[in-house]
Each structure stands twice: as structure tokens, then as C-alpha cells.
């Protein structure tokens, strides 16, 4: 089966840098979406403007001991609905031989936080009991940069993003949509596709570094990540597969706040994907849909996370 290039380079206006109040590192919170990057992750994209969508949806919990903000809590059961969007601009002129994008990452949406009890306060009061909170508001921005270069069914990948912590937060609240403390994450990327049989293979790794969270004094340590995705099309509209990813902290957290000690995290996951491309005009736009199961998590709520995705070049 022989596919129309323009099919699958238009995908990669879904694929996404972001990050959210997800469940590692302070109050079981990473900088890094484990997930946000699957099939297609290195492969070149149209040049010009597209806008990608995004609902994200989390279902998580754990037993373990947590801080959030000043709290020291027990058992935590999460729960995530988001909005996000993001606007990305493909070069047309090479840029050391390869294609540079640029975007920006924004996002909206609420975040509910149940624990099984309040150890302390941000007084020192021991209290027991569960307590609940939910916000809705809007998160930090992220912005990113990319790289990518092309060789027959071989393409590969630089990446660069920043976390640029301006959305809401309260070291009082449970939950909270911002992390309050700027972040920088670095990797690169591979895809094997070969247009002929339909096959399709991605892997992206990388590394995130964290700065201090000022209003808590505590640094998350430094995260290593990797997701991945294989695929096939069935027809030249549909393609279906697996994604997964691992999600491991290489250095302990830091700080007066990180009074749990290092507190390394790590998770594993794995779930179906499918991504359907539809005409938008005279061009293309994409909808992936894809869901992710956890296992393996420590210091981190383990659970359940969906993605829909609609990419439409502009």
C-alpha cells in the first residue's frame, strides 16, 4: 500500500510539548506529559501555521504519602479534564539541512484533588480526616522549538521546551494547574516509515531540569522520559496501533520543602492509539484518539489517561 506523503507529514501538527498538573517529583507533580508524544513524533511537517487541539483527561490515585504545597497528605486521588491549544509555525527554508517548527502551548481546565487525610498544615497542625478540592483555571504556557531531518523511511529529531510557570497557584490549595517554578526539557527523536507497507515506528527521550519553587523551597530532580508508538495504516485514512511510555526521575528532589527526601518517581504505560485524516479544504486534518494504562508507578498516582486531538493547517 503506497500513501500520499502529504497524509503523514500533516499529523505532526498534533504532536505536542506539553505539561500539566500530572501526578512525580513535588506533591507527585512532573513538569513533563508522559504521552504527549507517539507515532509520527520526528516525521517533517507542512510547512506554514496549525493549530492543534486537545482534550486530555486523568484518572489516577494513590496510598502513598505526598506533599502539596505546604500540606503533608495521605492517599490522593486525582482526577484532570484539559483544554489545550497550540499554534505551530513549520519553516519553509531549511535550517541546517533540516525543518524548524516553533509553538506555543496554552491550557485550561480543571484539576480535583481528594486526599484520605491532612497530616500537618502549612501551621504544622496535625489534622486527620479527607478533604477535597477542585480548581478551574488556567495553566502555564510552553513554549517550544523542533528540528527535524529526513532520509528515505528514516527521520529524526531535536527538541527543545520551556515551562514558563504563570498559571494558577496556591502553596495553601490541594490542587493547583501551575507547577510555580520554570522547567527545561531537552531530547531528540526517531521514525521509521515505510510509505510502501504502511508500517510505522516513533521514539522520543528526553530530559527535564527543574528549577526551585520559590514559595515552597523545593526543586524536583532532574526526569528522563521516553514515549513511543508503532503503527500501521489500514486504509489511506486510518491508522491504528500501540503508544506507551517510561517515565523514570534520575536524581532525588532537593530543597528545605522536600521533607519526603528524594522522593524518585517513576511509571510505565501502554494502550491503543488510532488517527483518522479527514479533508479540511483542499488539504488535510488529522484526529488522533489514544488512551494509556499505568503500571509500575512509585511516589506517583497511578492510573488511567485519554487523548483527543484534532490537528487543521491554517
Not at 258 to 268: Q, T
Not at 306 to 314: A, E, R
Amino acid at each position: 500500500m503506497i500513501l500520499p506523503r502529504k497524509r503523514i507529514t500533516l499529523l505532526l501538527g498534533a504532536s505536542l510539548i506539553i505539561s500539566a498538573s500530572s501526578m512525580a517529583d513535588e506533591g507527585g507533580v512532573s513538569f513533563w506529559l508522559p504521552g504527549q508524544y507517539g507515532s509520527f513524533a520526528a516525521s517533517q511537517s507542512e510547512p506554514g501555521w496549525s493549530m492543534a487541539s486537545i482534550y486530555y483527561h486523568n484518572s489516577s490515585d494513590s496510598e502513598k504519602t505526598f506533599t502539596r504545597g505546604l500540606n503533608l497528605t495521605a492517599g490522593l486521588d486525582v482526577s484532570q479534564d484539559l483544554l489545550l491549544l497550540s499554534p505551530t509555525y513549520v519553516f519553509n527554508d531549511p535550517l541546517w539541512g533540516g525543518q524548524a517548527s516553533v509553538s506555543l502551548t496554552a491550557l485550561y481546565g480543571r484539576v480535583g484533588v481528594n486526599v484520605s487525610a491532612v497530616l500537618s498544615d502549612s501551621q504544622g497542625h496535625t489534622i486527620s480526616g479527607s478533604q477535597s478540592d477542585t480548581l478551574t483555571a488556567f495553566g502555564d504556557l510552553y513554549p517550544a522549538a523542533s528540528l527535524k531531518w529526513n532520509e528515505g523511511v528514516h527521520s529524526y529529531m531535536v527538541y527543545t521546551m520551556f515551562g514558563v510557570p504563570v498559571g494558577s497557584y496556591d502553596k495553601n490549595e490541594l490542587s493547583n494547574i501551575g507547577s510555580n517554578h520554570w522547567a527545561a526539557d531537552f531530547g531528540g527523536g526517531y521514525t521509521y516509515l515505510d510509505m510502501k507497507t504502511g508500517y510505522e515506528f516513533s521514539l522520543t527521550a528526553g530530559l527535564t531540569y527543574n528549577f526551585e519553587n520559590r514559595d515552597t523551597n523545593y526543586q524536583n530532580g532532574i526526569d528522563g522520559h521516553i514515549d513511543w508508538g508503532a503503527s500501521r495504516f489500514l486504509s489511506e485514512t486510518l491508522n491504528v496501533g500501540l503508544a506507551g511510555y517510561f517515565f523514570y526521575q534520575l536524581s532525588g528532589d532537593s530543597g528545605e520543602g522536600a521533607i519526603l527526601g528524594d522522593f524518585k518517581s517513576r511509571v510505565n504505560a501502554v494502550g491503543p492509539q488510532l488517527t483518522y485524516f479527514f479533508p479540511v479544504g483542499k488539504t488535510q486534518g488529522v484526529l488522533s484518539v489514544k488512551s494509556y494504562w499505568e503500571f509500575g508507578a512509585e511516589h506517583r498516582t497511578e492510573g488511567w489517561n485519554s487523548w483527543v486531538i484534532v490537528s487543521i493547517p491554517l
